[in-house]
């Protein structure tokens, strides 16, 4: 009752070890990061998201992260809050943004929804790159909730770039795959 | 590096334990999490921020959660989330929405950030009751983020109900007096 545990799965850590560690193009980054995604609806561990916070001069892998809300019973578990909450547990900072020379990038298969999208804002990292966009999601059926129309602008003025599209087609590959499974598409509202 | 663990200081235990554990007025439950939110300064654990999960007919307190952000190295752990991932635990679901007979509702010393608002949709809780305002938070520093100028209706549009300005001004004293103590105001932007 007192403690929360969110474990990565161990094909995670196994594939995190056996990976180049270091991801010179972005596209080396995103192809990682929607690996994950796959490899996560092929283990069943949770729903075709997966996430990364790499160090942006060099591209080396700091966390990585996938969804896990329906192993972990905890809705909060998106990709991207796993890999920021690795990231920063690794970093030993709550503030990514804090390290001295060293600018952190998340780096996601499909575009945050609106918690994601604040707990970039909160963690420091000062770049998000993005594989599907929004509407790749709501296709088949997720909701990426009340996000502003304006994200990407709202988070240029904090300072935060972000980069869409990249990888798009195969990131979206990867939701229509678990679409046709028939993988939960949880949503709490419907 | 493989889990992430976030602990309940044992105080917020024993305060919890030392409750009356059901709260029937909608001010009881937030004079219960202002009281969360005061005591996590006291004892240094957090920033000014207390939250619970209470189920709505009864007001029984499912789960508590303050800020922990310094203390857990986690910019995630705003209270709204950790009351969340405990009521979740306690209840062994994700999807709070999904029991029978049950509705749950989250209340929060100050109106939800944009990550916690978003983490409010995916939690199933079918109601927010809120103490202090957003622009209470602002002007001590605190950053809500970009939320949209709507989002009260925008929870409404997903079966959500929010209540304002329940005590507000007992709440917004406990963010002034944390102001004044010189308490940490986290914001990575600045």
């Given at each position: 009752?007192?403690e929360?545990?969110?474990?990565?799965?161990?094909?995670v850590?196994?594939?995190?070890e056996?990976?180049?560690?270091?991801?010179?193009?972005?596209e080396?980054?995103?192809?990682?990061?929607?690996?994950?995604?796959?490899?996560?609806?092929e283990?069943?561990?949770?729903?075709?998201f997966?996430?990364?916070?790499?160090?942006?001069?060099?591209?080396?892998?700091?966390?990585?992260?996938?969804?896990?809300?329906?192993?972990s019973n905890?809705?909060?578990?998106?990709?991207?809050?796993m890999?920021?909450?690795?990231a920063?547990?690794?970093?030993?900072?709550?503030?990514?943004?804090?390290?001295k020379?060293?600018v952190f990038?998340?780096v996601?298969s499909?575009?945050?929804c609106?918690?994601?999208?604040?707990?970039?804002?909160?963690s420091?990292?000062?770049?998000?790159?993005?594989?599907?966009?929004?509407?790749?999601?709501r296709?088949?059926?997720f909701?990426e909730g009340p996000?502003?129309?304006n994200w990407?602008q709202?988070?240029?003025?904090?300072?935060?770039?972000?980069v869409?599209?990249v990888?798009?087609?195969?990131?979206?590959?990867?939701?229509?795959?678990?679409?046709?499974?028939?993988?939960?598409?949880?949503?709490?509202?419907?």
């Amino acid at each position: 009752m007192s403690e929360i545990i969110l474990n990565l799965p161990v094909w995670v850590q196994d594939f995190v070890e056996d990976s180049a560690g270091t991801f010179p193009a972005i596209e080396d980054r995103m192809r990682f990061v929607i690996e994950l995604s796959r490899q996560n609806i092929e283990h069943k561990t949770g729903g075709p998201f997966g996430a990364g916070i790499f160090e942006q001069k060099n591209g080396r892998l700091v966390a990585a992260g996938v969804n896990l809300v329906e192993s972990s019973n905890c809705s909060i578990a998106h990709a991207e809050i796993m890999a920021i909450a690795f990231a920063q547990k690794t970093l030993g900072n709550y503030n990514m943004g804090a390290e001295k020379g060293a600018v952190f990038e998340l780096v996601t298969s499909t575009e945050p929804c609106v918690m994601c999208l604040g707990a970039v804002c909160w963690s420091g990292v000062k770049a998000v790159v993005c594989g599907a966009r929004d509407e790749d999601a709501r296709r088949i059926g997720f909701d990426e909730g009340p996000k502003p129309q304006n994200w990407v602008q709202a988070l240029a003025g904090r300072g935060i770039s972000v980069v869409q599209d990249v990888l798009r087609e195969q990131a979206d590959e990867v939701l229509t795959e678990y679409y046709e499974r028939g993988g939960l598409i949880y949503n709490p509202v419907r």
